[in-house]
């Protein structure tokens, strides 16, 4: 059966808009991101026009086929049989009178960046930090960015206009017509059908923005950890951000083992000058011993700094979670390279890839929508992220460190944020099968599933946000 419906649909496309697992270049074409995702497919399918889409979606939609939707593979994107590949949707149009960007589903970031300097210079666009992320997948699971601080996440309804989507029977509508499924892709995943183009705001900015790395021995870590809870408590300037991470494998630097010196990612879109105030970051440039390799840059520079943790795509067994913090004291930062060692003492398999990234947040980003009900993401009040990895080497899988890997990216809220502390939010940028996602769309999951059931009512789209659908006296075949 699947070897008769895999040869019908290569039947429906031309030979250029597929490539079968014998292929040289397959291998890599397919790959996610975290190995333990592979689910090994016999077929990838890159439709190269709107058309081809949406006959392809028709098909897969009737078929036994397990399929998946891809633009870039980052968020572990994988499937049985078939990925449908966006690569063949890549379009890029700017309007100048309205200041709005539609972008195809299927750049990543970087190429968004460069296209933005040639096409629209001057303007940005609420986009993820790292080049080689999808806009496809980026864009649905709410989106953070630099900007967001400014603006809100990239689904928002302020940055997310609309998104043109291919409907599980081929049909192609402007989400804006059909507002609960506007509603749902903002932050609900890409589980309602096959986006192939974004309309965002783009906003005028700066090309003075002084950031780079400063790196920090890990002996100042008590010192750090208590300035940074000074500003995030005191600092509110939404053109100032920063990362603070711990220095290792998985985050592109060198391995080098034993306790990691702290990265600071810093980010001041004021300009060089306020950043090395009292205002900026006097504080982290004036801790001993560190080391700055910072500079003056434009936003696709600022990006640019993450492309060294893009090597790490296919070669390692990686889990990652987000919980949101809201209450970050002195000794906030010590329990989180605490929550590393243990991680490490449990299993020194896990030493490369276990990390913490601590992504100070303004106001705005969560702040950034009318009430919890505006996005099926519901998000508030002021938040940071503590954006957690663990992983290893695929020569070292087994279930047991599977078990383990994913039971200390659980433990990390409670342990980091401290005892009845954590918030019990997530980003829904990083599920594993270990989040509670229900939890995660809180009041808006009775919704998000009654939306599901109308647009994905045999929940063929099952991939990344798994929502279970509820029975719909209303579901499409639109
Ligand atoms: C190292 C790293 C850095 C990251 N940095 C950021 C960041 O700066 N900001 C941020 O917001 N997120 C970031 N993320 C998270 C990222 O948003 C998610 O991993 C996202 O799923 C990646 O999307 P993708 O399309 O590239 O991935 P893919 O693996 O290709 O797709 C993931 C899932 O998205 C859905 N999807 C993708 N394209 C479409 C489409 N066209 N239509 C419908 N559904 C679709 C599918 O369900 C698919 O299974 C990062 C992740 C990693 C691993």
Known sequence: MVAQELRNLTARLSPSEYLTSEHPSFAKEVEPWSLDADLHPSLLVTPSTLASLQDVVQYLYKTQLDFAI?????????????????????????????????LGAGLAWGEVDQLLEKYADGYAVVGARCPYVGVGGSTLVGGLSWLAHEYGLISDPQNMLDAHVVLNSGHAVWASSAPDLLWALRGGGGNFGVVTSFKLKAHRYTKSIFSGLLTIPYANLSRV????????????????????FTMNGALGFQEIGGERDIGILVYDANGEEHARSEAGFKWALDMPGCVAQTGVMPLSQVHALALGTGENHGKRVAFMSAPLISDVDEEFLVRAWKWR?????????????????????????????????????????????????????????SPELKRLALQRLLAAAEEVAGPGKATGEYLPNFFTEAHDIPAVFGENWGELRRVKGKYDPLNRFNKGTLIPPAKSENSTRL
């Open 225 to 244: 950890s208590a300035v940074v809870a000074n500003v995030a408590a005191n600092n509110p300037d939404p053109k100032v951000a920063m990362h603070v």
């Open 341 to 397: 060692t243990d991680s490490l003492k449990a299993s020194a398999a896990l030493a490369e890839d276990t990390f913490v990234l601590f992504e100070f947040m303004q106001e705005n980003v969560f702040n950034s929508t009318r009430d919890r009900h505006a996005t099926a993401w519901p998000h508030s009040g002021r938040k940071h992220v503590l954006q957690l990895g663990t992983g290893y080497s695929p020569s070292q899988a």
């Open 70 to 102: 891809r633009t870039t593979g980052t968020g572990s994107s994988s499937a049985k049989d078939v990925i449908l590949s966006l690569k063949g949707f890549k379009e890029f149009s700017f309007d100048a009178s309205s200041e709005t960007v539609t």
